[in-house]
């Protein structure tokens, strides 16, 4: 096969998306000489093929590191907010790659906002690199799922190795937050295996900065003559630094750098993005059902066409894969697009005054915007995670203040609370909130929320788009879990306190559909290896596979793992199983191998 | 200036207003110093495709949501209206405004009236009482204040080489590295002990 425009005659195997969790699975298909086409519904960015992703077609897919090109990933990826990152016409947003277009359309009845990116590399172009492991008492202890944690291990331990995955470097705003969680009273965490309060660095999947880079360092280069991490901040527009590094050396560890070429190193793995699957093609197998197709759309020419092989895999999110699942007409139990998690994030800041930064930090200022966009958490196991999560001031606007489920911010009374101002806060005082934003530390609040049938995915029977009717999303709290998200923000506003912040505030966001999982969950519409319960040769491989939201830890390491894990099964049940086992290595992970 | 634009004019003035008696510190300018009535409404009438069926055979290739949004934005001031829970006197519209009553409002008022729209008022109410997607109407309150936002403080609303919002937050723009590594509070995770694994753990499913 070529990276020229042709599809992969023969696949063995068809896969629906390139998002974050499928070129895991790709990878460890190719590695076992099982050949695989990619569907993905976005552009490919920094590829040879599409030079002008946004603009033009370009070629029809892509089979060959060589195609990767760093000097494209410069030019495409600006790093400012609005051009990269605008839900509307960004470069990373839920819609086709040609720009003149608008984004495709969901249903959304409700308060909420949706953020998940088109594209190889999927969300996690967007994603901050965050790879903790599951919570244990999330997989061990909650019913959820049908594996043990230590079914996951290996698997985590190997993408460790790979990304790799390593602790996040102290900042001066990770040191803050360090600094706050110890006052609050807090142990440090050593261990990647979580079932205890405690804070730490993030383990990301950011390689660490060169030495050069200390802040009390004597460092003037220009970010171009070293090796890792810049610390730009950059992850939220799609990250690329350093600049004028090669493709996959660039230092987030987002699919499409880190996973990607490696699936297309093992000459078995070819992407065709542009592709808009609309139909998983089935037959009468030896049990009730059986997949052996997909029939895809070209978003740029609108032609049609059907890939036939011996299985397909749907890794297309968990919005796309149950409204593919269920625009194909596939059997439905009742837990199709259902059991859906979200994190229930809250957020909360604190504004320093430059003599309390002075004496902690040893800087008059935050800096919200140097450092990792989020380097340090503190993890509260059955309640969820609180993490320092920063963005450049767009984000940091309307995320912290211009949604929430409780009102406006003149409206509500805080007497009582350990925040200062709690809700939206716009005219006068949103301006004065962001005329402080080198002094703010923004803390994120992912909640442990539970699996409930009443949340989802359905179909709009009456929005009907060129594939088919679109995805309607609702999702409400259970009060449980509106208790956890309450616990957390209490919790994040103490460490503000404690670390001397002089006014908290507090969104009460409303739903941001970010983090995403457990639509399709293994032990309901999936066996434990990722196969459906009720076709055969169908499998699904991305984070609605998951069987809940991993106790609030960020998703995507498990969802990679899990994928990972499925491509074994397929390998096993359907091809000549798998040469070479990942080990179950019970010592650290090392970066060198 | 059109009904449309003029209606959402009185939305993000409301959010980001100009500031003339504020301090250096916060910054004078506004959101209509940058045009950002045009960038929203470019951006709901932007948001998504029109679905096939009516919409797109009258000729739309996206959803009219701008003309929707200053609707709903005028529904939501004559509701606060109508059931007393206006707070401030009626003004006449600033000069870019439209002339409804949205645009009439004290700007804490206008926020009341989206509140209405999302939370309190007739549409949350009929959302109860129908199975039919009104809900979508919360949305579309939502996705104003969000995109006003961002774009306010951003290079969305405003694509000059230092956008209005990053120097008010003092932001000064996308950089290729900063020297702030401080060394590491863990140098390596361990692969510590999870105990054992309990036998509870799923056959619920
Ligand atoms: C700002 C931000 C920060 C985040 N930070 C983190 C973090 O630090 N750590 C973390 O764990 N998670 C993070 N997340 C979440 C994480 O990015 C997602 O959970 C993850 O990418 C989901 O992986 P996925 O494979 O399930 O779906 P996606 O990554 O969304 O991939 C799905 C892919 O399928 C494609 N697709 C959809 N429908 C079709 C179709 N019909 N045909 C063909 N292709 C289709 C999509 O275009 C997409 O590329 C973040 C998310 C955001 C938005």
């Known amino acids: ?593 | 200036m059109s009904y449309t634009r003029g209606t959402i004019a009185a939305l993000v003035d409301a959010v980001v207003p100009a500031t003339p008696e504020a301090g250096d510190d916060v910054g004078a300018a506004g959101a209509l110093d940058i045009d950002l009535d045009e960038t929203v409404e470019t951006a709901f009438n932007e948001l998504q495709e029109a679905p096939e069926g009516p919409i797109r055979s009258l000729g739309y290739e996206t959803m009219p949501f701008a003309p929707l949004l200053a609707l709903l934005l005028d529904f939501g001031a004559l509701e606060l209206i109508l059931a007393r829970e206006r707070e401030e006197p009626l003004q006449s519209p600033g000069e870019r405004f439209a002339g409804g009553p949205f645009s009439r409002l004290a700007p804490e008022d206008r926020m009341r009236a989206i509140r209405l729209l999302e939370a309190d008022g007739l549409f949350p109410a009929l959302d109860e009482r129908y199975d039919a997607p009104i809900g979508i109407v919360a949305y579309l309150m939502q996705g104003a204040l969000f995109i006003t936002t961002m774009a306010a403080y951003s290079d969305w609303g405003d694509d000059a080489e230092e956008p209005q919002g990053w120097q008010q937050a003092n932001y000064p723009g996308p950089a290729d590295g900063y020297a702030v590594h401080m060394g590491y509070e863990v140098d390596e995770f361990e692969e510590n002990d999870y105990g054992t694994a309990s036998t509870d753990g799923g056959d619920e499913a």
């Not at chain 1, 892509?62 to 494209?72: E, F, H, M, P, R």
């Not at chain 1, 040609?98 to 359309?105: K, L, Q, V």
């Not at chain 1, 989802?456 to 009456?462: C, E, P, Q, T």
């Open chain 1, 1 to 593: 096969m070529t990276g020229s425009g042709i599809d992969m005659a023969d696949p063995d195997v068809v896969v629906v998306g390139a998002g974050g969790d499928a070129p895991a699975l790709a990878w460890r298909l190719g590695q076992q000489g099982i050949d695989v086409l990619m569907l993905e519904a976005g552009p490919f960015h920094g590829n040879e093929q599409f030079p002008n992703p946004h603009d033009d077609r370009g070629n029809a897919a892509s089979a060959a590191t060589g195609d990767l090109s760093g000097d494209l990933l410069d030019q495409q990826f600006t790093a400012r907010e609005g051009d990269m990152g605008s839900p509307v016409d960004g470069k990373l947003r839920w819609g086709p790659a040609d720009a003149e277009r608008a984004p495709w359309a969901r249903t959304v009845p409700q308060t909420g906002v949706i953020s998940q990116v088109a594209g190889v590399g999927g969300t996690t172009l967007h994603y901050y690199g965050n790879h903790p492991r599951a919570f244990v008492p999330a997989i061990d202890d909650q019913p959820h799922w049908p594996i043990d944690y230590a079914d996951l291990v290996p698997y985590y331990q190997h993408l460790e190795s790979v990304h790799p995955v390593k602790p996040a470097p102290t900042t001066p705003k990770a040191e803050l937050f360090f600094e706050g969680a110890r006052r609050s009273g807090y142990d440090l965490t050593t261990g990647l295996n979580v079932d205890d309060e405690g804070y730490r660095p993030f383990p990301n999947a950011i390689h660490q900065p060169d030495e050069a880079l200390a802040r009390d360092g004597d460092y003037d280069g220009d970010f171009r003559d070293i090796d890792g991490d810049t610390l730009a901040c950059h992850e939220h527009q799609g990250g690329p630094h350093p600049r004028g590094a090669e493709f996959e050396d660039r230092a987030k560890r987002g699919s499409l750098v880190s996973l990607v070429p490696k699936a297309l190193d093992t000459g078995h793995v070819e992407i065709r993005p542009n592709a808009f699957a609309t139909q998983v093609l089935t037959r009468a197998g030896p049990g009730p059902l059986e997949a052996c197709g997909v029939a895809y759309r070209d978003t740029w020419t609108g032609r049609t066409r059907r890939i036939f092989a011996d299985c397909v895999v749907l890794a297309a999110g968990c919005i796309e894969t149950p409204r593919l699942w269920l625009n194909s007409g596939l059997p439905d139990d009742g837990w199709v697009g259902r059991g859906l998690t979200t994190h229930h994030f809250d957020f909360v800041s604190g504004v320093f005054d430059s003599e309390t930064l002075e004496d902690i930090i040893g800087q008059r200022k935050v800096e919200p915007h140097q450092g990792q966009a989020a380097g340090s958490r503190l993890d509260v196991p059955g309640k969820g995670g609180i993490a320092v999560n920063t963005f450049a001031p767009g984000i940091t606007a309307s995320v912290m203040f211009s949604e929430s489920v409780n009102g406006f911010a003149f409206e509500n009374d805080t007497s009582g609370e350990p925040w200062d101002t709690e809700g939206r806060i716009t005219g006068t005082k949103l301006k004065e909130q962001m005329s402080d934003y080198r002094r703010m530390l923004t803390l994120i609040c992912h909640t442990d929320d539970r699996p409930r049938q009443d949340n989802g995915v359905s179909l709009d029977a009456n929005t009907e788009d060129e594939h088919g009717p679109v995805a309607r999303l609702d999702w409400s709290p259970h009060p449980e879990d509106d208790e956890r998200r309450l616990d957390l923000a209490r919790r994040s506003a103490k460490l503000l306190d404690e670390a001397g912040a002089t006014h908290i505030h507090r969104a009460a966001a409303a739903p941001i559909f970010l983090h995403l999982q457990s639509s399709m969950a293994i032990g309901k519409v999936l066996d434990a290896g990722g196969e459906a319960l009720s076709v055969d040769r169908l499998f699904v491989a991305d984070h609605s596979a998951l069987a809940n939201g991993v106790g609030g830890a960020n998703p995507t390491h498990t969802g990679q793992a899990l994928a990972l894990r499925t491509a074994e099964h397929l390998a096993e049940r359907y091809f000549d199983g798998v040469a070479d086992p990942i080990p179950a290595d019970q010592t650290p992970a090392s970066a060198d191998d």
